[in-house]
């Protein structure tokens, strides 16, 4: 099966620009994430979706960043403007809908290769 | 979720056994033990979880201590290609919240 696909993979920009990460992720998984990578830590959630609404935005900086995801399944991450912090690998993830028993057993995330964000 | 820790660093030869350790000493009844792994520019991946038993799949096997405070996630031949950074996650399984990653360990497998 197609795994998570993310565009673009490298972007730079400078400061105070805008800029967007694409997502779609794999058929029929109901459960969207976005995460932050800065470079030497661990992958930080920034918003979590689950259909087309937001289950968990509580770590997005909202004055800057925004999500949505139209229809429950690709989505698009914005950053408006850019600051030099916002440097890191931005990753989406996503999961089977929860409930079902036996995909809930699991609960296994799946991840794409991520979006490389330089702001200079 | 109950917090991890993990060594930083480990090295370990080609074709011998990587044991990646992880502390999990305030690990609730209900938690599962995840364990993913990065490899350099890519997202991570998942690899293997259990609750008390030991755990084995195609990629890895996995030990829990008795008293579910511990665990040891072992590669048991590894390969240059499992040069990674490796994630040790406790969580209840039916929780659909994010995954609480901490920094890790980098295993770096040499020839």
């Known amino acids: 099966e197609a795994g998570v696909a993310q565009s673009p993979r490298y972007k730079i920009i400078e400061k105070r620009q805008s800029v967007a990460f694409w997502c779609n992720p794999i058929?029929?998984?109901?459960?969207l994430y976005w995460y932050q990578q800065i470079l030497g830590q661990g992958p930080k959630l920034l918003i979590q979706f689950q259909n087309n609404g937001v289950v968990d935005d509580s770590q997005l900086p909202k004055d800057r960043f925004s999500a949505e995801r139209l229809k429950g399944v690709d989505s698009t991450l914005k950053i408006q403007p850019a600051k030099l912090e916002d440097s890191a690998v931005y990753l989406c993830?996503?999961?089977?809908?929860?409930?079902?028993?036996?995909?809930?057993?699991?609960?296994?995330?799946?991840f794409g290769a991520g979006t490389r964000l330089s702001v200079l | 979720d109950a917090k991890t820790t993990q060594p930083p660093s480990m090295d370990c030869a080609e074709g011998r056994a990587a044991n990646l350790p992880c502390n999990h000493s305030?690990?609730?009844?209900?938690?599962?033990v995840y364990w993913y792994r990065q490899i350099h520019s890519q997202g991570p991946q998942y690899i293997i979880h259990?609750?008390?038993n030991n755990e084995t799949n195609e990629m890895a096997s996995l030990i829990i201590t008795e008293d579910r405070k511990s665990s040891t996630l072992i590669l048991p031949h590894a390969t240059l290609r499992d040069t990674a950074v490796y994630y040790c996650?406790?969580?209840?399984?039916?929780?659909?919240?994010?995954?609480?990653f901490g920094k890790g360990t980098s295993l770096l497998v040499t020839p």
């Open positions: 996650i406790v969580r209840v399984t039916n929780s659909g919240y994010a995954l609480n």
């Open positions: 259990g609750l008390k």
């Open positions: 993830a996503s999961s089977p809908l929860q409930g079902l028993a036996g995909v809930r057993a699991k609960n296994i995330q799946y």
């Open positions: 305030t690990i609730s009844g209900n938690e599962y």
């Open positions: 058929s029929g998984h109901a459960t």
